[in-house]
Every structure is written in C-alpha cells, then in structure tokens.
C-alpha cells in the first residue's frame, strides 16, 4: 500500500556562518610594506658586493667550517648562523651576511608585537619603521656580527616578559627563558636583560609577585646556556677572560675624552632626535613614573646605556656595544612623541635616519660624482674595501710557493686572507713569540717554537718590527710588494717574505 506523503513542513539545513575575516590593520599594512622595501634595498645592495667581509665577519666564517659550542672571544651562534646559511646559499659574502638583515625582518615584528600590546596600532607601527631604519640597524643589517641575534633575543624576551606579567600568561615565562639562554649563546650582554628585568621586578613592589616565575624561567636560561659554559670550562675559560679583558678592567683610570667620543657618537647610533627625546624623558622620569609601561620600556633601556657610559669614561668603549638600549627606548620615544602629539617628529627622524644612511654608504660614491673624491680614510667604508682584490692578488703570487706554508703576524690580516685567498690556507700559522692567547689564531693556529720549517710570510710591518721576525730565521728575501689602493691618501700595503730556515723563538742573532 502506498505510503501517504508527509505534509509536515521541511525543516531547513542550517546555513554554516562564515567567520569574521581578520583584516590587517592598516598601519601595520604599512609598517609591513616599508620593513619589506628596506630589506630589499639592503639585500640588493649587498648583491652588488661594493664592500667586502669586514675581518670580524671573515673569522666568524672560520669558525663556522667547524661548528663548535664557543670559540675565544664569542658564544657560538654567529657561526651558528653563518653555517646554515652558507649550507643554504653556497660560500659568497652575502650568503655570510644574509641572516643579518632577514633576523631584522623578524626583529622589527617582534618590536611591532611589543608596542601594540603596550599601547596601539599607531604606535606600534611608527615604532616597527623607526627600528628598521634606526642608523645602528642600518649599519648592523649589512654586517652579520654578534649584535644581530642578541638583538632579535633581547626583543622576544621582552615580548615574553610583557606577555608573561599578563593575567594567565604563565606559559609566556618559558619564551623569556628560552631567549634568555638563545642570547647568552649569541653575545654576552645578553646578562644586562636578565639583570634589568630581575632589578625591574625587585624595585616595583606589585611587580615581585612576578619574580618565583622569573627565576624559574631563568634557570631554564643557564639550561639552554650550559654547552657554552661546558666548552668554556674545557677550554680553559678564555670567552669569559676575553670579554673581561676587552672591558679592560685592569686599567680603569678617568677617560673624559673616551667618554665624549663614546656619548657624542650615540647620536649617530639612534639618531639625533631620538636621542634628544630620551635625554628628556630621563629628565622627566619622576612625571611619568606613574606610566608603567614606559617605566618597563626604560628599565630594559636605561641600565645597559649607564653602564656603557661608566666603561666609556673609566676604560672604553664601542659605539655599538649600547645598542641594545634602544630596541625598547624606540618604542619609548615613539609612544612618547605620539602621545604628546608630535607624530611629526617621528616621521621626520625617519626620513633623517635614511638620508644618513644614504649619505654613509655613497659618501665615495657621491663625492666622486660632484667631482671631489673624500680622502681615503673619511671613507666610512673603508675598513671593508680592498680585502677582496688583495686576497685575489696574493692567490696569484702564492701559486709560485705552495710548498711553502702561510704566515702572518695580524689577526684582522689572517682572517680577511683565510677567507678571501683560493684555496683557503686553513693552515697558516700566526706569529707568536710571546705565547700569547689573544685570539683565536693565537689559540689554534700559533706558530710553536721548535726550530725548522721555511715560511711565506704575509705582513705589514715595518723597520725593527719586521728585522725581529727577520732575526728568527737563518735566510730571508722579499717575495712581492701589493699595494690595493682604498681611495686618495690609503692604501692596503702588504709585504711577501720566503724565510727559510727558522731556529726558533729565542734564537735571534746577537
């Protein structure tokens, strides 16, 4: 029998509702598109090659052919990264220095992610392209040093940190540890965060509920640490005894003219009115006090930058070494500036910022075009020119005398030889009377003291320097004079000796 057709009204399928798309805001749409843009331009301009490896970055490629948790005078990962990308994109100078501007890429977010969760979209973004086109950054991004993942460390960690403090942001303390340890592996000073964030949480009393958590998360940091501290103590200590001598702590005396060349040049490192701005906010710290976040942004700011100041006027110290200062004294200023509503400023540094870096590295270039060429040592780029021709120069004159091993009396020399001759003379050895240890040739590549063996010797010494090296060996004879010249007034000047016959260190002529 058939069956009767159901008259109950049919029920609709439910419609599946479509989820909000998240749009990207603006800001950081433009934010994005600038950080893009720089690195593009740094990366092209490294593509051009118009510098070669700085010695530093040539020793750090050394080190790299044999990867290791520490080496003299650094924490291992520049050679970390140096390996992976050369592994990535075969031996050349960019593929050495390509992870300098990419780890900025990243860096300057990590800036973006901090300043939005501490104030705005607005701020977050001008803080992003203010970082990206810092002068430090600019320079930093062309040269793969040791500054580069401290500064990407020390911008998660205190991303992390912020997070961390956060109701139920317990889980962000393992993210500081973590970067905690990551930046110990990349440069020391990685100690001034871990110090400034310990003393942060200690001098706000409603921040020490935060410090059981922070203390964990920093023994997690001396786990991520420990192979470095192992190969240290198997190795004599000398990374540590290295950075305490490069402190020279043993000669602290008053420097007032250290210390104003130190100070005068941090205008240059962050530019002139950024620098002016944080000088005022110190000036008025006790105003803003109240303002929590920008007393978190200048106690991971203020600490390293005193420091650097009191080693400037007691010993020395480099321009560069404050640079961790201003990843969050950047997001200081801005927000400051912003809130005050002088957007206009910031803008205004930026466009700044850039013509400076324009201007530093085509300094030869302009100067030449307008038909006056600067003199070879105002070059701000002449400490990486030249290192490339005399590599291929000496390649050349060494092909005549492969029996004979390399040798070389400077460390910066060595490095830039290692590096740039064909093939590379891993085995040349360093002239060492002394014994010293006071880097890393001198470490592993010294030339001993046993009497024998005939040398080619790479030097730019002169007069009595160069007859006390003459007075160790039964015979010597230039080889080769090769002149690279760098611009008006400078030259890279090198001498080639065949010694032959050494008798030792001790053994000089009466």
Known sequence: MPQKASTAPKTAAPK????????????????????GAVTFLRLLWLAGQPIDLYPDEAQYWIWAQKLQFGYYSKPPMVAWLIWATTHLFSTSDLAVKVSAPLLYVVTSLVVHATAKRLYDARIAAWSTIAFITLPAVSLSALIISTDVPLLFCWAVATYGFVRAREEGGQRWWLL?????GVGLLSKYATGFWLASALGFLLLVPDERRHLKPFLLSLGLTLVVYAPNFVWNATNGFVSYLHTRDNANVRDYGLHPQAFAEFAGAQFGVFGPIFLGTLIVIVAGARRIGADRRALLLMSFALPTLAIMLVEAMLSRAQPNWSAPTYLTATILVVAYLTQKGRDGLVQWSVVLHVALCVLLLGARDISKAVGHPIPGKLDPLHRVRGWQTLGNSLSQIHLQYLDLPLLADQRELMAAMIYYMQPHPFDMRMWNPAGHVRNGFEMDNSLGGTPGGDYLWITQREGAERQEVFDRFAEHAQVAHVVIPLGPGLARDVTLYKLTGFKGYTDAKP
Do not use: Y
Not at 176 to 180: E, K, L, Q, T
């Open 176 to 180: 500081v540890g973590i970067a905690g």
């Open 16 to 35: 599946t509702q479509a989820l909000p798309r998240r749009e990207i805001d603006p800001m950081f749409r433009v934010a994005l598109l600038i950080v």
